[in-house]
Nanobody, 122 residues
Framework: QVQLIESGGGLVQAGDSLRLSCTISERALNFYTMGWFRRAPGKGHEFIGAIRNTGTTYYDDSVKGRSTISRDNAKTTAYLQMISLKPEDTAVYYC????????????????WGQGTQVTVSS
C-alpha cells in the first residue's frame, strides 16, 4: 500500500509563503503523478495542481500564479510552494498520487495522504 506523508503545515501570517512536502513510501516516485488538494472548513475538496512524472505541471486557475509544484525523485518527495497567502487559503492540504496522469477531480487520484492543516491569520 502506497503511503503519503505531508509536512510543513502550520500557522502563518497573511502575505507569507509556505512550502509543503509530501513523501511517498514508494521508491519509484517517478512512476507516479503527484498532486495537491485542499479542503476549507465547510467546503469540498479543491484541486490545486499536479506534476506528472515527466515534470509537466498543471494547476487550477484559482491558485495559478501563487502555487508551484515540484518534485525530487531522488528524495521521493513532492512539494507545494504557495506565496502571498490569504486567510481564505486556510484549509487542510492533501497530497495525492496516482500511477496515471491524475486529474482535476478527486476520483482521479488513487492514493491520499492524511492531510496537513494550514491556517493563515490576517
Amino acid at each position: 500500500q502506497v503511503q503519503l506523508i505531508e509536512s510543513g503545515g502550520g500557522l502563518v501570517q497573511a502575505g507569507d509563503s509556505l512550502r509543503l512536502s509530501c513523501t511517498i513510501s514508494e521508491r519509484a516516485l517517478n512512476f507516479y503523478t503527484m498532486g495537491w488538494f485542499r479542503r476549507a472548513p465547510g467546503k469540498g475538496h479543491e484541486f490545486i495542481g499536479a506534476i506528472r512524472n515527466t515534470g509537466t505541471t498543471y494547476y487550477d486557475d484559482s491558485v495559478k500564479g501563487r502555487s508551484t509544484i515540484s518534485r525530487d525523485n531522488a528524495k521521493t518527495t513532492a512539494y507545494l510552494q504557495m506565496i502571498s497567502l490569504k486567510p481564505e487559503d486556510t484549509a487542510v492540504y492533501y497530497c495525492v498520487a496516482d500511477p496515471s496522469g491524475g486529474g482535476y477531480g478527486t476520483r482521479s487520484w488513487r492514493f491520499w495522504g492524511q492531510g496537513t492543516q494550514v491556517t493563515v491569520s490576517s
